[in-house]
């Protein structure tokens, strides 16, 4: 079985540098650029390299971008933006971790105490599933 697929992928390699043929390019009297697989007859013509990737263009100017064409108080405002979408994403982010650790000391735990006033009270049964599904609501509203 590996000899086959030894054989097999030696054989698929080369292939493709058997298929890869050279082709011909040449300029004629009209000044028209022809390519072909067969030398021109009383023409000189080049040999292209189809193998090689072709040539990187010269330096091409990078079009500007839509920052460099905005003004200086455009791109002060859209870096304040881009702060606090950063803070509101990292606050609901927090808000997020507390409300599964909540949920999760609630499901794990069925004596689940409160501190109300300074008294320590345990939670009922129904609170306690209450509270469950409020939390779960707001997962799935809030979180991803």
Not at 64 to 92: G, H, L, M, N, Y
Request: hydrophobic content about 35%; some cysteine.
């Amino acid at each position: 079985m590996r000899r086959t697929i030894l054989i097999s992928s030696l054989l698929l390699a080369l292939s493709a540098t058997a298929t890869a043929s050279q082709v011909y390019k040449w300029v004629d009297a009209q000044g028209v650029t022809h390519f072909s697989a067969q030398p021109p007859q009383g023409e000189q013509a080049t040999t292209i390299n189809t193998a090689a990737p072709p040539p990187k263009p010269a330096e091409a100017k990078a079009a500007p971008t839509f920052q460099s064409i905005a003004d200086p108080e455009q791109a002060a405002i859209d870096e304040k933006v881009k702060q606090q979408v950063a803070a509101k994403e990292a606050e609901r982010k927090k808000y997020c971790e507390s409300v599964r650790t909540n949920l999760a000391q609630l499901q794990n735990n069925p004596r689940v105490r409160e501190e109300v006033d300074g008294e320590v009270r345990r939670l009922s049964e129904e609170e306690r599933q209450q509270r469950i599904s409020a939390a779960q609501k707001s997962i799935a509203e809030n979180c991803k």
